[in-house]
């Protein structure tokens, strides 16, 4: 059940068919689908002009699709800041007990005001260091639940915006081929 994406295991398996391959159509109508496609994705990576209507229609689409890419890569940024945000508190943390340590150890070597200071200031930096450990363990926790939200989220989200980019791509081809017919008729 892990390895199950949340849209399967959410529905009734009624929509079998979005997985099933057509076995009515003749190889020649595969073969005419496929190179078409592959003509579109050609134009599209050499960037041909697409028809004015078809780029508008695809506007809402677009904008879709590059919020969603910037939607992720801030998530990838924010994921990178965050645990280099929480490594720094780590190294912090240990500084300031050692600190603390050390300033507790090395006042027995002073006498008087002196010794009673330094004994203060390492108590406040060791406990300093504690409060910081205890807002990284909070940091680190966030840190979990983004890593989740990119694994999951992000990730299938990317796999349907991919799977739409292509039935697009297929799309255009049939409309390519359509024109060219029409106009052979024509």
Excluded: P
Excluded at 14 to 36: C, G, K, P, V
Excluded at 41 to 60: C, F, N, Q, V
Excluded at 144 to 170: H, K, W, Y
């Amino acid at each position: 059940m892990a390895s199950t994406r949340f849209y399967e295991t959410s529905t009734s398996g009624l929509n079998f068919d979005r997985f099933a391959d057509h076995f009515d159509e003749s190889a020649m109508i595969r073969i005419r689908q496929n190179y078409w496609t592959a003509k579109q994705l050609i134009r599209t990576k050499l960037g041909k002009k697409e028809d004015d209507h078809l780029t508008a229609s695809d506007a809402e689409f677009d904008a879709k699709v590059s919020l969603f890419t910037s939607l992720s890569s801030i998530s990838e940024r924010m994921l990178c800041c965050v645990d280099d945000y929480q490594s720094y508190l780590a190294d912090l943390e240990e500084a300031e007990v050692e600190l603390g340590t050390i300033l507790i150890e090395e006042s027995k070597a002073e006498d008087g005001e002196t010794a009673r200071s330094m004994t203060a200031l390492g108590r406040v930096e060791q406990m300093t260091g504690r409060y910081r450990g205890k807002i990284r363990s909070s940091l680190v926790r966030f840190l979990n639940e983004l890593q989740v939200f990119v694994d999951r989220a992000i990730t299938d989200c990317g796999e349907t915006v991919d799977a739409a980019n292509r039935s697009r791509t297929e799309y255009r081809g049939s409309l390519l081929w359509m024109k060219k017919t029409s106009e052979e008729v024509s």
